[in-house]
């Protein structure tokens, strides 16, 4: 780990100034993320702003009935927040399928979004990795690729985003509010996060110095019909192999309104508005579902170890309409959803 | 020991006796230690599996403020030349990794270099920027790159039984009904222990040291440093109070004790070594591992001939070695059997024992292998294991000095209701999800070491005992305090029991599942040594009822010593060390294994266990709902922890058959998946319910407690139950650890 400062911000302006005139900057909300790249030397900052003093951590209604979510709140406190349980609960259940109790403790919602890739390779500097060192080689190509993407990979990169509550919020069509010394900007969720292309040590698509302040759920929170079902190699703090956020809205057995994205197989949440517009006004029954699940997958390419990814994920998209359809998912089954 | 005592706790079930002071920190593990003037150091690791290190420049690092020094090949003084200087007790056979010892690198992750400095931080970015060049060479690390290359192992570690060979096997096998021939696998898993590795050296004024090392050992790591460092014992006394958990891997010294020691001899100054989680997937695994099962069954269901062949990595400088495949001429009877077990050197670290090493491997292998036999001849898996029962071990041809698994399977199946068990996989559901049940077992050894004790009763009635033995969460201090109580018939409150210091009287490694029969032993004799010495004081006393008494004829209860015959003829233990004037008693003793019985019998436990899964087959994903394991194990001292033993040694089995795997990328030579993110161990919620259960075993014969040990054989069975209850629920065979969820798509 390599020596840095650190000042903890009083204000978003504070915050946003303090970023320039360091070699390397970054800001760090519950650091479990952070913290770890930096003793692994896969991060280097030389200065750290603290957010958690800021006046961020709160989660209030907005004015066209949505919900605003303050940046620095907690996983947990966003979690259990008695409004995002009963209005958003696929995201209320998808934040709880991620991490460990300690870990959403600590972590906040804009770190959330932030959180690097679990590519082991991106970890490990004894391998290459174009990520975390533009142009040293991707090992994950033709190396161990359980938990890669099988969807917008790039001959330069495979890796997938680790999030759950992103998968959710890609589902929801959250915007993203963020903040620069330049003034303030409103970044549409599927516009965040991107594909690795040719640089794919870029994650998103904020500026240097941007800072997330808040992320807004629009009104439909889906909390009737929807379903996070995540898959993966052990039942609490694992990575998704695959998951899957599904919103509806029916009108009889007809599906009005459709939402899905998939977490675990790509670099970004993957959500397919071609497949939700296969769904929509169609019969809820398995055969459109797998329709969709097809669709969904149509152009996944699988890495060898991880091909079995692409019919997982088939049956999980399938698995996850039917749930949210029959309106299984409540939210007082949280505990039992990673039981798929 | 008499119905009136309140001081008979063999058996019980008490609490641990440290349990207060690990949950409120006041336990001290070795990295805890506070010693004064501490320097820290940090390991540089190799990047490659094989090559040469041709130029480690240091310049740009001791150029830092607080850096001390960085430790080398290229400067480490002249130390210890023989390879026999570098062995420990545990070495297999070979030539033992030194560090930092020449320009070869053997293995990646392999520690080139140690950065000491005035801070831990310090020290650790220090060797982030440590630039070391190196020369490339061709690596070979996949086993099954070669099946064609084992070798029979020359001569194995301590312990180590070439496989028993008896009659022609392909005979048996054809004249078989029924066949079967297939293979088994599973990767290199690592122990993964809680604590990391680390050492405190503490570097007193005289030059002398105090080592504070996380060790299953406290001798074998005193012997190690001496002989290398060139050391008297009384320059370096080695210590380990507790241990946040060992399984295998503290059996051997390792990196961290020499470079600490290395450091702290050079800079004449205290230093700490602590290892990453990184870096303690460096120092020896679970060897993957390639088996093949062959059998055949005659019409009654009788085996009539089996073959068991395995093959794992050793390291090219030394032949690890395990029992995997003689548990198969064990188990069950018959006498035609062909073991075979072969090892085949590659570039990586010499694996070490892993909890039950060998039987978790080989056990996993034949009763999977007994499952597939039992559906191909048509019965029940249970009733094909009772039908080819062992009455005696045909390996060495010898009675059991006891063996309760008839009974085992009895209680087992009773208290999970195996006989509701249709025999048609696929046949039991609940709401979408495929239900299976499965039933395997195993056999391990009942070891006993040499060790010895020393007990010291002061006026106040308070007993010390002493052995150097090891705490690795296993409930050495609690067993061995209640063993003490009892003899002199003292509360467990009154009882010290010391362990992990060579300044105690020597102990054997804490491993084998041999402790409480060697350490216990030790502790009874020692404790009965003092109690002849008691016995004769209270003698001296003025109208002493006990006056003619011999040893035999009084028992020590309730703080009393009496009469056997006439429990009213008593004197008050108090009042003897009162009387005698005396301000401590002390006794010393030590136990052995009795020769005689261990030619006579064969000593083992056993274990059945029966497991239920539940399978989502759309989606692959399987949940251990259920798990009963019978332990035959002799006498259980404390039920408490033992079923704590065996709880753990289920969670232990279910990862090892759902989740765990260290898995290499061969291009590197390297673990990928090496942290706890990434290299799964089950969490509370992979966990269900597990019934413990023990059929108690008289047993004269193994050791004068009648115990066998419990730390490795509830292990054996739980990954084949659950793996042979997946086929029940699936009819899907999986050969090939662990089940993740691909493998049932």
Redesign the interface.
Known sequence: MKPFTLTRAESVEAAVRDFTGYQEAAFIGGGTNILDLMKENVAEPTHLIGLNKLPLNKIEATADGGLRLGATATNADTAWNPEVQQRYPLLSQAILAGASPQLRNMATNGGNLMQRTRCYYFYDTATPCNKREPGSGCAAIGGYNRIHAILGASDKCIATHPSDMCVALAALEAVVHVRSKDGERQIKFEDFHRLPGDEPQRDNTLEPGELIVALELPKQGFAKNFSYLKLRDRQSYAFALVSVAVGLELEGSTIKTARLALGGVAHKPWRDQDAEALLEGQPATEETFKKAADKVLKGAKGQGINDFKIELAKRAIVRALKQAAAGEHKAADIFTNSNP | MSTDSNTNFVGKAPSRVEGPKKVTGAAKYSAEFDVPDLAYGYVVSS??AKGKIKKIHADKVLSLPGVLHVFSHENVPSLAWFDRNYKDDIAPGGSPFRPLHDDQIKF?MQPVALVVAETF?LA??AA?VLTVDYEQQKHETDIESKRNDGSEPGRGKTGYMPPARREDADKGLDQAEHRIRHEYIHGAQHHNPMEMFGATVHYHPDGKLTVYDKTQGVYNCQQYITKIFGLSKDEARVVNLYMGGGFGSGLRPQYELFLSVLAALELKRSVRVTLTR?QMFSFGHRPHTLQTLEMGTGPDGALLGLKHYALHETSRFEEYTENVVNWSGMLYQCPRTYLSYEVAPLDVYTPIDMRAPGAATGSFALEVAMDEMAYEAGLDPLEFRRRNYAEEDQNKKAPFSSKKLREAYDEGARRFGWDKRPMEPRSMREGNKLVGWGVAGGVWDASMQKAAAKATITADGKLTVASAAGENGTGTYTIMTQIAAETLGLPMEAVTFKLGDTTLPEAPVQGGSWTAASVGSAVKSTCEALGEKLLKLAQKMDDSPLQDAKFEDVEFVNGHIRLRKEPEQSVILRDVLQVSGEREIEADSSAMPNPLNMQKYSMHSHNVVFAEVKV?E????V?VSRVVNVVAAGRILNQKTARSQVLGSVVWGISMA??EET?M?H??G?Y????Y??Y???????IRDIEVHFVEEEDPHVNPLGVKGIGEVGLLGVAAAITNAVYHATGKRVRALPI???KL?
């Open positions: 990047p490659i990646s931080e650790r970015y982030s990184q989502d759309e989606l692959g994903t949940h759902l989740m898995v990328d291009r590197y390297r990928m998946n090496h942290n993110a990434e799964h161990v089950p969490t509370n919620a992979d993740y969820i691909d798509l």
